[in-house]
């Protein structure tokens, strides 16, 4: 079975430049996260859904960044205008269901702003 | 508020020797507790998992964990460690009280193995 599917693996782009990461879950998964790794920050978790919808987007930066999942298979972290300050790799996750359930990651999109 | 932490940032052991990684946890009952691995230019792979019943689990890899409530910590322990395991370590709780179920991460423990 295939996991947890992002894409790009890796994006180098210029500040103020639009920058979108996909996400494909697991299949039958119904819980999605979106995270950032940074050296200063460790692990953050910036927003999950739950059956498509966003249960918890806290941890969103600011309004720069949004996240959408338009159905059950599919994605969408956007960060615009980019900033150097948001270069990290980006986790997608998914689960079934919630609570005690491991959660699968994906392996990453390494993003560069420059 | 609930927290985790992995008090060493690196630890460095011969391959051969035995290894325990700290986690310790804030939480007023006990929570969904995790150990994951990362290799590096990976995501992230479950080891293990603890939700209540016997408080040493057995994970992959030749890993294992044990829970002590009174400690309130989840260490994880392998009697020898391969080079193979050289990568970043992190713990995990889910506060199971907790409406969203958020996965609150430590910030991992980096391990390093010689030869």
């Known amino acids: 079975d295939a996991g947890v599917i992002q894409s790009p693996r890796h994006e180098v782009t210029e500040m103020g430049q639009e920058v979108t990461l996909r996400c494909k879950p697991i299949s039958g998964h119904n819980s999605l996260f979106w995270y950032r790794q940074t050296m200063m920050r460790g692990l953050e978790l910036l927003i999950y859904?739950?059956?498509?919808?966003?249960?918890?987007d806290s941890g969103m930066p600011e309004d720069r960044f949004s996240a959408k999942m338009p159905n059950a298979s599919f994605s969408t972290l956007k960060i615009q205008p980019s900033e150097p300050r948001d270069s990290a790799v980006y986790f997608c996750?998914?689960?079934?269901?919630?609570?005690?359930?491991?959660?699968?990651f994906g392996e990453g999109s390494w993003l560069t702003v420059v | 508020a609930q927290s985790v932490t992995q008090p060493d940032i690196h630890i460095t052991v011969s391959e051969g020797a035995s290894l325990e990684l700290r986690c310790n946890y804030s939480y007023g009952a006990t929570p969904y507790l995790f150990w994951y691995v990362q290799s590096p230019g990976q995501g992230l792979q479950l080891l293990l998992k603890?939700?209540?019943?016997?408080?040493l689990v057995q994970g992959i890899k030749g890993f294992e964990a044990e829970f002590k409530r009174s400690q309130s910590s989840f260490n994880l322990r392998k009697p020898s460690v391969h080079w193979s395991d050289a990568a970043e370590y992190f713990c995990?709780?889910?506060?199971?009280?907790?409406?969203?179920?958020?996965?609150?991460f430590g910030t991992g423990t980096r391990l390093k193995v010689l030869a």
């Open positions: 995990a709780v889910v506060p199971y009280t907790s409406g969203t179920y958020k996965y609150i």
């Open positions: 603890y939700f209540s019943g016997d408080t």
């Open positions: 859904f739950n059956n498509n919808v966003p249960i918890d």
């Open positions: 996750a998914s689960s079934l269901g919630q609570g005690r359930n491991t959660i699968y």
